[in-house]
């Protein structure tokens, strides 16, 4: 096996995900792209665009890539999309297993820390080009009375554990999103300004990235946006976004060069 993907990676069985150098393999895999995150006054909110894409083409338009985690906490997924909802999965079967045998949630830092060493498990795969690389956020119980109890992670391909301040974007879209995020973003946001905001990232993403799809009013296919606040995890319903999609729709057609 050693030999031939050195001499002939074509020839093996899986030569769809090794490149025909035996290094970067090809794109036959759909992935999961953008994400973006962002503290807001009383929590936190984070959305995934719809799109997924193997190579050229668009493997799934209405792909979820954002997901409550727990109770408290959301986690999105950039990167091999298959691995990567099932690395969710199982991240979300352990934190509610832990609650059950102890008898108490981890910690926000606890569960940081636990996804970390998930990725990091998933190295092997991640250096043949199957790299899953979330971002995690969450309500800090331990910082409710603080007002900025709103926490985002984000992380390496080897698992290391990076805590991001007011804001962070991970996927092939989040240099655009993430320079969105810098001017948009300020202290004090409500929700539903923040996903007014997160939205409004998304798009401009989707405007320069082809890797990241923008909301499809056709087909009635908006960003998936959870907040995390001291009430818990919600959705926030496709009614609430339409407006905002259309309001943003709105001023970028009076102003079409913006």
Known sequence: MEFVSAAAAELLPARGLVGPDGGSPALTVPHAT???A??????????????????NLIAQRDIEKVFAADEYSLVGIAGTAGIAVELVRLFQVELEHYEKIEGTALTLDGKANRLAAMIRGNLGAAMQG???????????????????????????VTGGRYPEQYYHSVGSGSV????ALKKLWRPGLTEDQAAAVVVECLYDAADDDAAT??????????????????????????????????????????????
């Open 34 to 36: 953008t994400i973006v």
């Open 38 to 55: 962002m503290a807001f006054d009383g929590g936190v909110i984070m959305a995934g665009d719809r799109r997924a894409t193997m190579g």
């Open 130 to 156: 199957l790299a899953v690389v979330p971002l995690f956020a969450g309500f800090d119980l331990d910082a409710r009375d603080s007002g900025s109890a709103g926490r985002i992670y984000s992380y390496d």
């Open 176 to 179: 655009f999103a993430k320079g």
């Open 213 to 258: 799809g923008g909301p499809d009013l056709t087909r009635g296919i908006y960003p998936v946006v959870y907040a995390a606040t001291a009430d818990g995890t919600r959705r926030i319903p496709d009614a609430a976004l339409s407006s905002a999609v259309r309001e943003l729709l709105e001023r970028r057609s009076a102003r079409p060069g913006s």
